[in-house]
């Protein structure tokens, strides 16, 4: 499974990092996912590892503020996430497919519950 941690009310501007813990299986090969869902909204894709590369995408609306990584050792995905705005209140989740050089919302295997981002004043 996988356990994402670090949501929190912060103020506009304000920062957090986001962690996917991975538990039972090793994140080696699998492509990791950032991915939110927003009230009354459709869930999206934030960011994407790929297993193939490491190298990592960003949807538009994280680009220059979100930053993912991934340590190897703790077998543990981050989200850093910096001048936030009001409008990336949502539910985070991270997602984890195998060998995959996309995240695909459709064709990810794992799937944590989510943390809860609130940016407000």
């Known amino acids: 499974q996988l356990v994402e941690s670090g949501g929190d009310l912060v103020q506009p501007g304000g920062s957090v990092r986001l962690s996917c813990a991975a538990d039972?299986?090793?994140?080696?090969?699998?492509?990791i996912g950032w991915f939110r869902q927003a009230p009354g909204k459709e869930r999206e894709a934030i960011s994407c590892?790929?297993?193939?590369?490491?190298?990592?995408d960003y949807a538009d609306t994280a680009k220059g503020r979100f930053t993912m990584s991934r340590d190897y050792a703790k077998n543990t995905a981050y989200l850093q996430m910096n001048n936030l705005k009001p409008e990336d209140t949502a539910v985070y989740y991270c997602?984890?497919?195998?060998?995959?050089?996309?995240?695909?919302?459709?064709?990810?295997?794992?799937w944590g519950k989510g943390t809860a981002v609130t940016v407000s004043s």
């Open positions: 590892l790929s297993s193939h590369t490491g190298s990592i």
């Open positions: 997602a984890a497919a195998w060998y995959k050089s996309q995240c695909p919302q459709h064709g990810m295997n794992y």
């Open positions: 039972g299986f090793s994140l080696d090969y699998y492509a």
